[in-house]
C-alpha cells in the first residue's frame, strides 16, 4: 500500500449534476450570481437574534465576543410529507440530515435522472458535522426518550452514520452507501471515495456532498488570540488582515458517472474529474490540529500525477483558504511546492464569502470550481487587498484577482483543496468539458411534449411558474427541455403538459395555465398525462439529438419542524467572583464549587472532590491552558500557567483564587509538583521560555517512583537583568525548603541544563552532595561565552527560533524581522499552538527567554562538579541559521567533561533539540532512555 491513496485508473470522471443549499443561495444559479457579485453573507446580530440563540448577558459583554455570523435561512423547515416522514420523525431529526435530503434529490434532478427510478446502482457518499441540534435542542426535550438512552427515532434522526444510508433509503438508491468523516476535508473525501467506486465498478453513478450546520446559528463566537475564528466576523483568505475565519452553514451534493458513461446517456457535464488523492499527515508536524506543508504537498502531487495534467495548464485553484495567518502561507508553500510552474494561476476561496463549512467545505470549493470552469469566469476574490506578509505571492506563479476575470484562453484545468483538522488532506483536479461538434436540428416539424408533476396543486402551481421564469432568461431547444422533463423527473398525481413547437409556444403555455387554469391543450399525449398514463419518450418528440439541460427543480413545501431549545437558566451571580476583598476564608467556599463546575465542564468528569487532582482527572498542558484562561476570565485575577499545575485540585485553586481576590495572596514561589512519589526529589530546571510543561508530557513516559518537582521562572525578579548565579542561588534556597539535605538529583534541559550545573555546584559548596545531574541536549557554557545580543538581534533572530519549536512555519527570507517586542507578540499570536494565551502571556515569554539567553552569554562555571553527569545529546544537528544569529557556538557535548570531576556520560537521543520534546513518538524514546539512567544511578 502505497502512501498516498491515490486513484490509478484513467477513465475520467463527468460532474453531470450539482445541487447547493447555501446562505442567499438555494439554487446554482444564485450561488453563481452571488459570486460574480462578490457577495459576503457575513451579517451582524441582533440583540433579537442573540436572546434567540440564548447568549447570557456574560458572553455578550465579553470584549472578544464577534456578535456576526452566517445563517442559512429556514433550517427549521423541511417538506416532511413530501419525503414520508412523519412531523414528529421531522422534529427529532437533524436539519443537516433534512437539508442533505432535499439538496440530493435536487442534485439528481439537475442530473436529469428521476428519483426512485435511476438507471443501474447509484453510491452515496455523505459527510456532516456534529448534530448541536441533537445537543442543544433535543437532549433538553421531552423528545430525547426515556431513561439514559437516546429513542431510536432520535438516535437515528441525528448520527452521522446515517446521513447517507437515509438518502439511500429514501431515494431508492442501491450502490454503496456511506458516510465519510475526516473533519474540514470531509466532503472533498467523499468525493475521492466516490471516484474510487466508479471506477472499480462499484456503482453506475453516484452522490457525493456534506452539509454543516450549527444551531443556534445567531450566537457569534468568542474571539481567541491566535485561534482561527475571526476577530471581526470576517474571512480574509491569504490577505494581510487575515485573522481567522467564522463558520459557516449549507450544503452541496455533486452527481457523478464515468465520463463513457455520460456522454452515452447524453448527460449535461459541467466539469470533469481527472484525478483525487487523500493522505494524512502524519506524525510530520508540531501538534494533532496544526496543517503540514509536507502532507499537503504529497497529497496536491499525488492528485496531480494521478490525473496526468500538466501543473502548468491549471489556471485556477479553490484553495482551502481559511484566512488564518499560519494556515494560508502553509497551504501556499506547499501549493508551489507541488506545482513547479511558471504560467499564472489564480487562486481564490469561497470561505471569504459563505465562511468555513466544514464537512461541506471540500464539495461547495468543487462546485464553485466546476462552474468556473463550465462559464470559463474567475469570481473575484473578496475580503482582500494586500498578501499575508508571510505569502511571497509576487515570487509564485499564483496571483489573487477581487475582480471578474475572463481568461484570455480558454481554461483548462483547474484544482481544489481541502484540508481537515486532524492532518487528512484530499486535492482533485478538474477538466473544462467541451461538448461535441454542433449537434444536427430534429428532423421533424411534429411538437414537443413539455410534463410537468407535483404532488399538490400548489407545488404544481410554483413548478409552472418556476418553467416560465426560467424561459425568460433562456432559449433552449424544445427536444433538449422535452427530454429532461420527460425522463428526469419523477411523475407524481398533480400534472400539467403541453405540447408546442417553439418557446415561444411554450410561454404562453404556461400562461394559460397560471392565468386560466388550462392544464393541457388537444393534443392526446398531453392529455394522457395529465388523466395519469406513462408517456414512453418517443412519445414526446424528436428526442434522437437531445441532451440533458438543467432546468429548475422541484419546489418543495417546507413546514416548520422544531424542538425550541429550551431557555438558559438565570446566570449566577458573579458578585462573589467579582468582589476585590473580602475574607478569604468565607469566599473559598462559595469559589471551589464554582471551580468544580468549570472544571467538570472543561474536563468531562460527572464528579469532582475538592482534593482530586486536576492531572490525575486526565488533564494535561492543553487542557491546563484553557482552564487558566478560564479562571482568568471568570474572576479577573491573574493566574501563570506553571503556578496553576503547583495548584492542581480544586481546594488549593479556589484559596488562591480567594486570595487573590482578597489581597491576601502571597508570591508565588515558582516551584511545581510535578507527580508525587516517595523518595528523594528529582529537581527540574525550564528551558529558555521559563515555563517547565514539558516535564509533564516527560513525566507521564517515567517510571520513576520518586516525587517530581520543577520550577519556573520567578515572578518576583521583575524586569531587571539577571544572572545564572543569581536565579541558581534562588533555587537551591528553594530546593532546601523541599528537601533540606542531599544527596539530590537535578536535571534541565537547554538553558536548564546549564542552569542545574550551577545549582549543583553552589549545593557542592554548601557541603551537599549530587547524586547525579542530567542535561537534556544543553551546550556547554564555552558555546555561549562572547558578546550579548541587543534587542534588535535577539527579535531578528526570533522568527527563526519559533520556525524551530514548529516546523513548517519558517520566515520568509525577504519579510522584515520583528522590530519591536510587539511585534514579535504578534508573530506568537498566529501560531496555533499558542491560541488560548493571552498577550500578558507572550510579553513574558520573549521577554524570559532573551533574558535567559543574555544570561547564558555571561556565564563560565568557577568550578567542577564531583559526581556523574549524564548528557543527553540530540541526534539530529540544531538547526545552524538560529545558533548563529543567537551566536551560539554548535559545540560537541565532550565539551562539558572539562567541567566534570567524575563521569561524564553521553546518550544520544533521536530527535533534535526541540522534537525530543515536542514530538509525539519521539518523548516516549526519551523518557526510556532518562529512566535507564536513573536506574543506574539508584532511586
Given at each position: 500500500m502505497t502512501e498516498e491513496s491515490v486513484n490509478t485508473m484513467n477513465e475520467p470522471v463527468a460532474i453531470v449534476g450539482m445541487a447547493v443549499r447555501l446562505p442567499q443561495a438555494r439554487t446554482l444559479d444564485a450561488f453563481w450570481h452571488n459570486l460574480l457579485a462578490g457577495a459576503e453573507a457575513v451579517r451582524e446580530f441582533t440583540p433579537a437574534d442573540l436572546d434567540e440563540a440564548g447568549v447570557p448577558e456574560r458572553i455578550r459583554d465579553h470584549p472578544n465576543h464577534v456578535p456576526r455570523g452566517v445563517v442559512l435561512e429556514d433550517v427549521d423547515h423541511f417538506d416532511a410529507s413530501f419525503f414520508g416522514l412523519t412531523p414528529q420523525e421531522a422534529r427529532v431529526t437533524d436539519p443537516q440530515h433534512r437539508v442533505f435530503l432535499e439538496t440530493a434529490w435536487h442534485a439528481l434532478e439537475d442530473a436529469g435522472v428521476a428519483p426512485h427510478q435511476a438507471p443501474g446502482t447509484v453510491g452515496v457518499f455523505a459527510s456532516c458535522s456534529l448534530s448541536t441540534y441533537l445537543l442543544n435542542n433535543i437532549l433538553k426535550s421531552e423528545h430525547a426518550g426515556d431513561g439514559p438512552e437516546l429513542s431510536y427515532p432520535v438516535l437515528i434522526g441525528n448520527d452521522k452514520d446515517f446521513l447517507a444510508t437515509r438518502i439511500s433509503y429514501r431515494l431508492g438508491l442501491t450502490g454503496p452507501s456511506q458516510t465519510v468523516q475526516s473533519a474540514c476535508s470531509s466532503s472533498l473525501v467523499a468525493l475521492h471515495q466516490a471516484l474510487a467506486a466508479l471506477r472499480d465498478g462499484d456503482c453506475d453513478m453516484a452522490l457525493a456532498g456534506g452539509v454543516s450546520i450549527t444551531v443556534p446559528q445567531t450566537g457569534g463566537h468568542l474571539h481567541k488570540t491566535g485561534g482561527i475564528a475571526s476577530a471581526d466576523g470576517h474571512c480574509r483568505p491569504f490577505d494581510q488582515a487575515a485573522g481567522g475565519t467564522l463558520r459557516g452553514n449549507g450544503a452541496g451534493v455533486v452527481v457523478l458517472k464515468r465520463l463513457s458513461d455520460a456522454l452515452a446517456d447524453r448527460d449535461h457535464v459541467y466539469a470533469v474529474v481527472r484525478g483525487s488523492a487523500v493522505n494524512n499527515d502524519g506524525l510530520d508536524k508540531i501538534g494533532f490540529t496544526a496543517p503540514s506543508v509536507r502532507g499537503q504537498s504529497r497529497a496536491i502531487s499525488a492528485a496531480l500525477a494521478s490525473s496526468g495534467v500538466d501543473p502548468e495548464t491549471i489556471g485556477y485553484v479553490e484553495a482551502h483558504g481559511t484566512g488564518t495567518a499560519l494556515g494560508d502561507p502553509i497551504e501556499v508553500k506547499a501549493l508551489s511546492q507541488a506545482h513547479n510552474a511558471r504560467s499564472a494561476c489564480a487562486l481564490g476561496s469561497v470561505k471569504a464569502n459563505l465562511g468555513h463549512l466544514d464537512a461541506a467545505a471540500g464539495v461547495v470549493g468543487v462546485i464553485k470550481t466546476a462552474l468556473i470552469l463550465h462559464h470559463q469566469v474567475i469570481p473575484p476574490q473578496i475580503n482582500y487587498s494586500a498578501p499575508n506578509h508571510r505569502i511571497p505571492l509576487e515570487r509564485s506563479r499564483f496571483v489573487v484577482h477581487t475582480r471578474a476575470q475572463v481568461p484570455d484562453e480558454p481554461l483548462s484545468h483547474a484544482a481544489v483543496s481541502s484540508f481537515g483538522l486532524g492532518g487528512t488532506n484530499g486535492h482533485c483536479v478538474l477538466a473544462r468539458h467541451t461538448p461535441a461538434a454542433a449537434r444536427p436540428a430534429p428532423s421533424s416539424a411534429a411538437p414537443y411534449v413539455l410534463l410537468l408533476s407535483a404532488k399538490t396543486p400548489q407545488a404544481?402551481?410554483?413548478?409552472?411558474?418556476?418553467?416560465?421564469?426560467?424561459?425568460?432568461?433562456?432559449?433552449?431547444?424544445l427536444d433538449d427541455l422535452a427530454f429532461t422533463l420527460g425522463e428526469g423527473r419523477t411523475h407524481f398525481d398533480e400534472r400539467l403538459a403541453f405540447a408546442v413547437r417553439t418557446p415561444?409556444?411554450?410561454?404562453?403555455?404556461?400562461?394559460?395555465?397560471l392565468e386560466r387554469g388550462i392544464p393541457a391543450g388537444d393534443h392526446p399525449v398531453a392529455a394522457a398525462f395529465v388523466d395519469g398514463q406513462h408517456i414512453p419518450p418517443e412519445r414526446l418528440g424528436d428526442l434522437d439529438a437531445a441532451v440533458k439541460l438543467s432546468v429548475p427543480s422541484y419546489p418543495f413545501e417546507p413546514e416548520s419542524h422544531w424542538i425550541a431549545p429550551v431557555p438558559p437558566a438565570p446566570a449566577a451571580s458573579q458578585d462573589t467572583a467579582a468582589a476585590p476583598t473580602g475574607d478569604p476564608g468565607a469566599l473559598s467556599a462559595d469559589v471551589q464549587a464554582e471551580i468544580i463546575a468549570i472544571l467538570k465542564k472543561l474536563l468531562g468528569a460527572d464528579t469532582i472532590g475538592a482534593e482530586d487532582d486536576?492531572?490525575?482527572?486526565g488533564g494535561d498542558s492543553l487542557t491546563a491552558?484553557?482552564?487558566v484562561n478560564l479562571l482568568r476570565d471568570a474572576y479577573q485575577v491573574d493566574i501563570d500557567l506553571d503556578e496553576f499545575a503547583d495548584l492542581r485540585t480544586p481546594r488549593a485553586m479556589s484559596e488562591h483564587v480567594a486570595s487573590l481576590l482578597s489581597g491576601t495572596a502571597s508570591a508565588w514561589?515558582?516551584?511545581v509538583r510535578v507527580r508525587e512519589g516517595q523518595g528523594s526529589h528529582l529537581f527540574l530546571?525550564?528551558?529558555?521560555g521559563?515555563?517547565?510543561?514539558?516535564?509533564?508530557?516527560?513525566?507521564?513516559?517515567?517510571?520513576?517512583?520518586?516525587?517530581?518537582?520543577?520550577?519556573?521562572y520567578p515572578r518576583e525578579l521583575g524586569d531587571g537583568e539577571v544572572t545564572i548565579r543569581e536565579l541558581a542561588a534562588l533555587y537551591v534556597r528553594q530546593m532546601r525548603a523541599v528537601q533540606p539535605h542531599g544527596p539530590y538529583r537535578l536535571a534541565g534541559y537547554s538553558f536548564g541544563g546549564n542552569l542545574a550545573f550551577e545549582v549543583a555546584l553552589q549545593l557542592q559548596?554548601?557541603?551537599?552532595?549530587?547524586?547525579g545531574l542530567y542535561l537534556f541536549d544543553a551546550h556547554p557554557p564555552e558555546a555561549y561565552v562572547g558578546e550579548s545580543l541587543t534587542e534588535q538581534e535577539f527579535l531578528a533572530a526570533f522568527p527563526h527560533l519559533m520556525a524551530s519549536v514548529m516546523p513548517g512555519t519558517e520566515p520568509q527570507p525577504d519579510l522584515p524581522a520583528p522590530r519591536t517586542v510587539q511585534e514579535a507578540v504578534q508573530l506568537l499570536k498566529n501560531r496555533p499552538d499558542w491560541m488560548a494565551a493571552n498577550e500578558q502571556d507572550f510579553l513574558r515569554f520573549i521577554t524570559i527567554w532573551r533574558r535567559n539567553h543574555e544570561a547564558l552569554k555571561g556565564y563560565y562555571p568557577d568550578g567542577k562538579v564531583r559526581g556523574r553527569v549524564v548528557v543527553f545529546d540530540a541526534m539530529e544537528a540544531h538547526p545552524e541559521k538560529e545558533v548563529g544569529m543567537l551566536r551560539i557556538k554548535l559545540l560537541g557535548k565532550e565539551h562539558w567533561r572539562k567541567h566534570v570531576d567524575g563521569d561524564l556520560h553521553t546518550v544520544p537521543v533521536p530527535g533534535n533539540h526541540y522534537t525530543m520534546f515536542t514530538q509525539e513518538d519521539l518523548v516516549p524514546r526519551l523518557a526510556a532512555a532518562f529512566q535507564a539512567e536513573l536506574d543506574t544511578t539508584g532511586t
Open positions: 404544481l402551481e410554483r413548478q409552472a411558474r418556476q418553467l416560465r421564469s426560467y424561459l425568460d432568461r433562456a432559449t433552449p431547444r415561444d409556444e411554450a410561454r404562453a403555455a404556461l400562461d394559460d395555465y486536576f492531572f490525575d482527572l491552558v484553557d482552564a514561589s515558582g516551584t530546571l525550564y528551558p529558555a521559563g515555563t517547565n510543561f514539558c516535564y509533564f508530557r516527560l513525566a507521564e513516559h517515567l517510571s520513576h517512583d520518586g516525587p517530581l518537582t520543577a520550577f519556573s559548596r554548601a557541603g551537599e552532595k549530587t547524586d
